[in-house]
């Protein structure tokens, strides 16, 4: 091979290394990019919300509260979030978390000991509220969890529990009015 035809060569391996160098370039940009992205995503969701006063808070028995004070981000009732920047969120804070506490009550009360097997394909009963008939109905589960239901060994004690709810629990369709 002569000098000149090596030279040639030497040329167009520059020219692919740089191609090659270029395009890896692009390519960790775009890695950089992405990444970033990743980043920004998970801090979409802050810890703690700003709040601006006066806010309304949820205590552990279920008063909503309206306060002027500006919580420390430290403060239980922050750590708890049972913070609200409006009145109506504060309340469906409570009638949801009462509805829960109210399930779990009737369980212990009625099916304590019984926690669903969902290797089997048994039915797992549960109370779900149907917006449609405005009421708490039963419905099961065979192989998934949805990790806010409250489980029933028998369809009968989860009927029990849903004609409880539908006579002692008032739920309100209403639009969020942000006050």
């Known amino acids: 091979m002569s000098n000149e035809e090596i030279l040639k060569e030497l040329d167009a391996l520059k020219f692919t290394i740089q191609q090659n160098s270029t395009a890896a370039k692009i390519l960790l940009e775009k890695v950089e990019e992405l990444s970033n992205e990743i980043k920004d995503q998970?801090?979409?969701?802050?810890?703690?919300?700003?709040?601006?006063?006066?806010?309304?808070?949820?205590?552990?028995?279920?008063?909503?509260q309206k306060s002027g004070v500006l919580w420390d981000k430290e403060d239980d009732i922050v750590k708890s979030h049972r913070i609200f920047q409006w009145k109506s969120y504060a309340k469906k804070f409570k009638d949801k978390t009462q509805i829960i506490a109210d399930l779990l009550y009737f369980k212990w009360l009625h099916d304590r000991d019984y926690e669903p097997d969902f290797k089997s394909s048994n039915d797992k009963w549960y109370v779900k509220y149907d917006w449609g008939n405005e009421s708490f109905e039963v419905d099961y589960a065979r192989f998934y969890s949805d990790l806010s239901n409250v489980f029933f060994s028998k369809k009968e004690i989860a009927e029990k529990c849903a004609d409880w709810l539908n006579k002692t629990t008032k739920i309100e369709r209403k639009e969020n009015d942000n006050k």
């Open 42 to 64: 998970k801090e979409d969701v802050p810890e703690t919300i700003e709040y601006h006063s006066p806010v309304f808070t949820v205590n552990y028995v279920g008063d909503i």
